[in-house]
């Protein structure tokens, strides 16, 4: 069959790998090591340096279509796949999605709503821009971040010293939003220009960690209705082809905003892979292929998937007895394959399907809680 490009050998490209490789296609995933998560469900693994032109070449030589799974990749690397095959998401979208000032100015100068930002660069600039906006303010990298590492919530001046200024280039502070709820819309884009969205998620996070998501979320028919429509223009604001998710801080009844952005499948979407007719990883494999897309519609009343992070792992490494929690009807166990268990660090997660959304919720909990 054809072959498919994977940049990148984590969680997100191996689920990717599994659905690619179930329509039949081959999955050649471009990594560190062939003992990363996607890596070891591949077709075959390229391995080496991903600013490395030679090596990049020799991979993408091997595919029709070039993909990834995580936003901090070299957009240099990108750019030169591209070169070779069809790439998707282009390189210019991930030079926006990897900036979050970039990233925040160009929805924002496309009338869509975001968290009010500046960047700033020192104790004093924060300063500044909390007399604009209040305390508390959150500080981020401006790049390279992802589950909340590299962030500072300040709640006075006297936090901002805490900062190390010194570690990263570019800093951004973003207004501290008292959001009623989180959610994310996973949306997919065709190169034919077709747009479909997934029913809204619902996400608490733990420790600024993406903790549960679920589905139907609590959302009005409005907010849902708004938080896809803001969603099916983010998408066509960056020509995406692909997945992308948004991340929304709902405010309040008539205020959604735009948290951020990830232009591939996303963790709150996992869900899916139970509780859709399509899952997020197949619609992104139907998107970047040129084939239509499927239906989004959820076939179950309701689902939920809990993240199992490093911290569940004994100091050995050892994980824990799924036993019990598997005996709980309905719950599905997705594992990354990762041996090297790390506190915060995602090494599988949870699905429950259930008649409706708190129940998958309290399913997915009790499995989740009989763990510990
Ligand atoms: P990931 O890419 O894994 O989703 P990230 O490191 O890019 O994470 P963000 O999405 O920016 O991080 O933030 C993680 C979480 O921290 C948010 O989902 C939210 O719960 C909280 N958070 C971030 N920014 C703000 C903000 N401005 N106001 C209130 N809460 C925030
Ligand atoms: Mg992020
Ligand atoms: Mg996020």
Known sequence: GATIGMVGGGQLGRMFAIAAMQMGYDVVVFCGSPDE???????????????????VSQFAQQCQVITLEFENI???????????????PSHHVLATAQDRLVEKTTFRDA?????????????????????????PVIVKTARSGYD??????LDGQADA????????????????????????????????G?????????????????????CPSTLSP?????????????????????????EFFVVDA??????????RPHNSGHLTIEACHTSQFEQHVRAVCGLPLGSTELRVGGAAMANLLGDLWSVDGQHPSWDQALAVPSVSLHLYGKTDAKVGRKMGHLTATAGSASEAVQAVNQARESLI
């Open 37 to 55: 998560p996607a890596g070891q469900v591949a077709t075959r693994t390229v391995v080496g340096d991903l600013l490395d032109h030679a090596v």
């Open 148 to 153: 909340g590492k590299g962030q500072y919530r």
């Open 254 to 263: 008539e205020t959604i905003l735009i948290n951020e952005v990830a232009p």
């Open 111 to 135: 009338g869509l709503a975001v968290t009010p930002y500046a960047a700033v660069d020192s104790a004093a600039g924060v300063g500044e821009f909390a007399e604009q906006h209040g305390w």
């Open 161 to 192: 010293a805490a900062v190390p200024w010194e570690s990263a280039d570019a800093w951004i502070a973003e207004k501290w939003i008292s959001f009623d709820r989180e959610a994310s819309v996973v949306v997919a884009r065709s190169a034919a």
């Open 222 to 246: 409005a907010q849902q209705q708004l938080a896809n429509s803001i969603a099916t223009r983010a998408a066509d604001v960056l020509q995406l082809v692909g997945v992308l998710c948004v």
């Open 74 to 88: 070299p957009a240099e690397t990108i750019r030169w796949c591209s070169e070779f095959a069809p790439t998707y």
């Open 194 to 214: 077709e747009v479909r969205c997934f029913p809204p998620f619902e996400n608490d996070h733990r420790n600024h960690i993406l903790d549960v998501s679920f």
